[in-house]
């Protein structure tokens, strides 16, 4: 049965240490405003029928790791010509390892699945604390960020280390240690870190986009029993909305 004009979605989102209702909520708006868009949510990989049958796939998750016949799947999914638009930390593998001497978290960033990483192209490595940074516009003139003037965020400023091919379209700029993460994989001799890129694979792509954090009172349990104050990052500037308005674009293009 044809399903005309339809696009077919599969929404991942889910996780740890993040306020993963708020983004599934803000996430799903952003999607109902286009009309051609239905939807399907999950909060891991484990569908991946129903994920490799949609039109394209979008996710916001935090140490949420397929497993190898998943990630192979995921690994033909977008070969075979499909868009990913992967927000925030789904590029992520976390072990919090025993504090440090001042009782300090410390955490690792393993290489537990490079496969799910090069097709992502990038892994999480690290973060500095939590502040104010600006978002740079690297290709101004291409479609998904023109328009959009240098912003402020006070966000996760991402750190990753790099897989294959990627167009770099938002930047940020950081170039110091960061004690709170074992890895500096990440450091590649330039203080440009990227926020915003497309990485070609196979014949289709990923578009992905480091911002986004958020967090709420309950979040970081086991850990810590209560977060003293909630997170809402980028979702508090209009630049970020418009930004995933127009990756949800993005995608829809090659459905």
């Given at each position: 049965m044809s399903k005309s004009d339809r696009i077919d979605v599969y929404l991942v989102?889910?996780?740890k240490y993040h306020n993963i209702d708020f983004a599934r909520l803000e996430l799903l708006k952003l999607l109902a405003?286009?009309?051609r868009i239905k939807v399907q949510v999950g909060a891991d990989f484990s569908a991946i029928d129903a994920i490799c049958e949609c039109d394209f796939l979008i996710t916001y998750t935090c140490?949420?790791?397929p497993t190898e016949d998943q990630t192979q799947r995921l690994v033909d999914y977008v070969r075979s010509g499909k868009k990913w638009f992967a927000l925030h930390?789904?590029?992520s593998i976390l072990r919090f390892l025993e504090p440090a001497a001042?009782?300090?978290l410390r955490v690792d960033c393993p290489e537990e699945n490079v496969?799910?990483?090069e097709v992502l192209g990038s892994q999480f490595m690290a973060h500095p604390p939590i502040q104010p940074y600006e978002v740079y516009a690297t290709e101004p003139d291409h479609e998904l960020v023109k328009?959009?003037?240098t912003f402020t965020v006070d966000d996760e400023l991402y750190l990753c280390k790099m897989?294959?091919?990627h167009q770099t379209l938002l930047h940020c700029l950081w170039e110091d240690d960061v004690v709170e993460f074992v890895r500096d994989d990440w450091q590649q001799g330039s203080n440009v870190q990227p926020v915003l890129y497309i990485h070609p694979y196979g014949d289709g792509q990923v578009l992905y986009f480091t911002l986004g954090h958020c967090r709420g009172k309950y979040d970081m349990q086991p850990l810590i029993e209560e977060y003293p104050a909630p997170e809402e990052g980028a979702w508090k500037t209009k630049e970020y909305y418009e930004v995933l308005r127009r990756g949800i674009r993005w995608a829809m293009d090659s459905a």
């Amino acid at each position: 049965m044809s399903k005309s004009d339809r696009i077919d979605v599969y929404l991942v989102a889910g996780g740890k240490y993040h306020n993963i209702d708020f983004a599934r909520l803000e996430l799903l708006k952003l999607l109902a405003e286009q009309p051609r868009i239905k939807v399907q949510v999950g909060a891991d990989f484990s569908a991946i029928d129903a994920i490799c049958e949609c039109d394209f796939l979008i996710t916001y998750t935090c140490d949420v790791v397929p497993t190898e016949d998943q990630t192979q799947r995921l690994v033909d999914y977008v070969r075979s010509g499909k868009k990913w638009f992967a927000l925030h930390g789904t590029n992520s593998i976390l072990r919090f390892l025993e504090p440090a001497a001042d009782g300090s978290l410390r955490v690792d960033c393993p290489e537990e699945n490079v496969p799910f990483m090069e097709v992502l192209g990038s892994q999480f490595m690290a973060h500095p604390p939590i502040q104010p940074y600006e978002v740079y516009a690297t290709e101004p003139d291409h479609e998904l960020v023109k328009g959009i003037p240098t912003f402020t965020v006070d966000d996760e400023l991402y750190l990753c280390k790099m897989h294959g091919e990627h167009q770099t379209l938002l930047h940020c700029l950081w170039e110091d240690d960061v004690v709170e993460f074992v890895r500096d994989d990440w450091q590649q001799g330039s203080n440009v870190q990227p926020v915003l890129y497309i990485h070609p694979y196979g014949d289709g792509q990923v578009l992905y986009f480091t911002l986004g954090h958020c967090r709420g009172k309950y979040d970081m349990q086991p850990l810590i029993e209560e977060y003293p104050a909630p997170e809402e990052g980028a979702w508090k500037t209009k630049e970020y909305y418009e930004v995933l308005r127009r990756g949800i674009r993005w995608a829809m293009d090659s459905a």
